[in-house]
């Protein structure tokens, strides 16, 4: 009898890996949630990054010349989206706070970059990212994510896609629920916290 198994989506494999969490938590954009996105708890297996980066690949029209991630979140993705599209996989960083194309990294004016990124919530990361490439004299012509927890109100001025759109709920921390219930926050991101009133 043939099975009748259904591969398991990146919802799945989020939760099997432990990827989506419960508590409290503090996000980068300095809103708190009961739900917490750990990409890197997915990302650390190698099978589950290739099979989400090869959907998210699919995903993705037009000619890629190369695949720009942002550190911290980003640098994987941005690996195995590479690799699934046969093209360069590069990455920038923040030094002082400012997002920058480093180590040799150069992109060339003619060269199409998609930027990708584990979780998108308020864009900052992949917008930092753009601004970078420009800085060096690339055009950027997409950004990919493989979560989408923005609710689609992240616009960049060019085509974003992404594999799992995910509705986060969120709270100012002074309307936050589980802070007035005095539940501890945890801070799980790479990036500070921004200030929220």
């Not at 992240?154 to 219930?181: H, K």
Request: aromatic letters at 4%; hydrophobic letters at 45%.
């Amino acid at each position: 009898m043939p099975s009748t198994t259904i591969a398991p989506t990146l919802e799945d494999r989020l939760r099997t890996t432990g990827a989506l969490l419960q508590g409290h938590f503090q996000l980068s954009s300095g809103l708190h949630s009961p739900h917490y996105i750990q990409c890197a708890r997915l990302l650390q297996h190698p099978g589950h990054a290739a099979w989400a980066c090869a959907r998210l690949a699919e995903r993705i029209t037009g000619t890629i010349d190369v695949v720009v991630g942002p550190a911290l979140g980003g640098v994987i993705v941005a690996y195995e989206l590479a690799r699934a599209l046969g093209v360069r996989a590069l990455f920038t960083e923040r030094v002082d706070g400012v997002m920058q194309l480093r180590r040799g990294f150069a992109v060339g004016a003619d060269e199409r970059i998609l930027v990708a990124e584990d979780v998108v919530t308020t864009g900052k990361s992949a917008r930092e990212a753009v601004a970078a490439l420009h800085t060096a004299g690339g055009r950027v012509v997409g950004l990919a994510s493989l979560v989408d927890r923005s609710g689609g109100t992240v616009e960049y001025g060019v085509p974003f896609v992404s594999l799992l759109p995910l509705e986060v709920t969120a709270y100012a921390p002074a309307r936050c629920p589980l802070c007035a219930a005095g539940q501890p926050v945890n801070q799980p991101g790479s990036r500070p916290p921004a200030a929220t009133e």
